[in-house]
């Protein structure tokens, strides 16, 4: 299939970084000061997060895979940059390595004040990161319908940016342990199917009376409409030890999204997934990433993740090549698949001589590169 059109729909993405003492290794609460210093360079686009712990940075919106990445570059330098200034280090993981993660700190303010009164304990696990990749859609409406379509990808989207190894100073034995965290709140993990926007804004409504909800922010979906921009908003990832990853990840999402969207504007809705079948593959993925098998929520039969992976590739690369996306994409790949998944990584930098501040300082060097 040839396509006219050389732009795609506008894509931006949120970054969240871990702040570790440059000494110790380990997790400290100085987002503040990171934040503080790399605002001066990024404005806006730097900021803090739940945690004291945490630093996010975020894009504009732009056309170019090319020049997301670039983007994506510059932010991580900068606040490598900021960190360093104060003996701190930034690093993209989608949990701490070592110890001291638990009970963080809570940035204040009546919203935070808010969430801890509702969630509680919860809060206690909350120093995890993720990248959040956001598709322009002409409305709300064709966002949800999107995401109906979406859900689909989401197991094996896991898989490809799974990197959170390591808890609290442990193997997990889990290759994004973050993934098994985060479903913990009342409102994440994979989303039901919805017919509509009135559906979605119902069931919305029900769960805010219900008290699950603080505001829509608290809507912790893995796919969903986004309440301050016209996009649909894919939030499922860990964070990926470098940008080219994200970068990729946001390439594959957009060109899914695409897809999705001209089956909506054919009348398709969205495929019925079971609930039960989504969430077993999510487990599957979480445990064994890109490394081993997924569950194929289409066929309910288990298949190497790259295998998976190369299906998909396939399948959306007529959009990646209209976009003028495909040799980016095809060369980014290659390099993952040649390097394994973050998890991986991790756990090779541990394997070397055996300590785990290896991993920090492996991802520590490698957070700020392309």
């Known amino acids: 299939m040839t396509r006219e059109r050389t732009t795609g729909p506008r894509i931006g993405v949120e970054e969240e970084f871990l702040v570790v003492d440059a000494v110790t290794r380990a997790v400290t609460p100085a987002a503040e000061k990171v934040v503080s210093r790399a605002a001066e360079r990024l404005g806006p686009r730097v900021s803090g997060e739940i945690t004291t712990l945490q630093v996010e940075t975020r894009t504009n919106p732009v056309s170019s895979v090319k020049e997301l990445l670039d983007q994506l570059v510059e932010a991580r330098r900068i606040v490598a940059d900021a960190a ?23 940035t204040r303010g009546p919203r935070q004040d808010r969430g801890t009164a509702t969630f509680r304990g919860l809060h206690d696990e909350l120093a995890i990161c993720a990248l959040h990749v956001h598709v322009e859609t002409p409305d709300r409406e064709r966002a949800v319908l ?29 290759a994004s342990w973050r993934t098994m965290v985060w479903p913990r709140w009342p409102v994440a993990g994979p989303p039901p199917r919805f017919e509509s926007l009135a559906h979605y804004e119902r069931v919305v409504a029900m769960l805010t009376d219900a008290g699950a909800t603080v505001d829509g ?3 912790f979906w893995d796919v969903r409409p986004s309440l301050r921009f016209p996009t649909v908003e894919v939030r499922v990832a860990d964070v990926p030890v470098t940008a080219q990853e994200s970068a990729l990840v946001a390439a594959l999402v957009r ?8 089956a909506v504007a054919r009348g398709d809705v969205g495929p019925e997934l079971p609930g039960e079948l ?18 194929d929520v289409t066929t309910g ?3 190497p993740a790259r295998e998976l992976l190369a299906e998909t ?22 390099s993952l698949l040649a390097t394994g998944s973050g998890a991986a990584r991790q756990r090779a930098a541990a394997a070397r001589r055996g300590e785990l501040s290896d991993t920090v300082d492996y991802l520590a060097s490698a957070t700020p590169g392309a």
């Open 84 to 106: 360093a200034t104060d003996g701190l280090r930034v690093v993209a993981s989608g949990t701490s390595v070592l110890p001291g993660a638990l009970c963080p700190p809570v």
């Open 146 to 174: 999107v995401g109906n379509h979406l859900r689909a990808y989401l197991p094996l989207l896991v898989a490809v940016t799974a990197n959170s190894p390591y808890w609290e100073g442990r193997d997990s034995g889990y």
């Open 217 to 219: 922010g608290t809507l």
């Open 255 to 262: 060109a899914l999204a695409v897809r999705a969207d001209e």
């Open 278 to 295: 989504l969430r077993a593959a999510y487990w599957r993925a979480a445990r064994d990433g890109l490394e081993g098998e997924l569950l």
């Open 301 to 303: 039969r288990l298949r």
């Open 313 to 334: 590739v396939a399948a959306v690369s007529p959009v990646l090549r209209g976009y003028g996306d495909d040799g980016l994409v095809d060369g980014w790949l290659r």
